[in-house]
């Protein structure tokens, strides 16, 4: 199992956290996904190691910025 950290700015709400959960949840492998609005922090865990540009372009997407932790 591979734990990759990220964190991830703008995020103020649980709305927020469930829109960077959907898109995230879209990168190819990602099995977990723990998101914090309150901490900013963002772990995806998968089964292999995870492209974290995709995560972060993933979170991108959503509306937020992200950079690797």
Not at 20 to 28: D, H, L, S, T, Y
């Amino acid at each position: 199992m591979s734990t990759t950290e990220f964190q991830v700015t703008g995020m103020t709400c649980g709305h927020c956290e469930m829109s960077v959960r959907e898109e995230v949840e879209k990168v190819a492998g990602v099995e977990g996904i723990d998101v914090s609005a309150q901490t900013g922090r963002l772990v995806v865990t998968s089964a292999a190691p995870i492209d974290a540009d995709a995560v972060i372009s993933a979170v991108d997407e959503a509306g937020y910025r992200a950079v690797s932790a």
